[in-house]
Nanobody
C-alpha cells in the first residue's frame, strides 16, 4: 500500500508565494514521476508540473517561469514552489506519484490541497 500526503496551500494575495509538499510512503519497488495537477471549479483537471526520476521537469505553459518543482529522492518527497501567484492559479492542487510495485505500475494521488489567490 502506498500513501501520498500533501501539505501547504492556503490563501495568498496576488503576487505572493506558496510552497506545496508531497510525500510518498509505503511499499514499492521504485518511484518514477512525481508532480501536481490542479482543478478549478467547473474546469478540467490540468497538469501543472512533473518531475521525472531521471531529472527532467515539465511545466504547463501557464506556470512556466513562476513555479518550480523539486524532489528529494531520499525522502520520496516533491515540492512545488509557486511564485508570482495569480487569481487564475486558484484551484485544488493534487499531487500524484507513479510507482512500480510487486504487482506492477500504479499511480497514487494525494488528498488535494486548496490554493486560493485573492486580495
Amino acid at each position: 500500500q502506498v500513501q501520498v500526503v500533501e501539505s501547504g496551500g492556503g490563501l495568498v494575495q496576488p503576487g505572493g508565494s506558496l510552497k506545496l509538499s508531497c510525500a510518498a510512503s509505503g511499499t514499492f519497488v521504485n518511484l518514477y514521476n512525481m508532480g501536481w495537477y490542479r482543478q478549478a471549479p467547473g474546469q478540467q483537471r490540468e497538469l501543472v508540473a512533473t518531475s521525472e526520476l531521471a531529472g527532467d521537469k515539465q511545466y504547463a505553459d501557464s506556470v512556466k517561469g513562476r513555479f518550480t518543482i523539486a524532489r528529494d529522492n531520499y525522502k520520496n518527497t516533491a515540492y512545488l514552489q509557486m511564485n508570482s501567484l495569480k487569481p487564475d492559479d486558484t484551484a485544488v492542487y493534487y499531487c500524484y506519484v507513479n510507482i512500480v510495485a510487486d504487482t506492477g505500475p500504479a499511480t497514487y494521488w494525494g488528498q488535494g490541497t486548496q490554493v486560493t489567490v485573492s486580495s
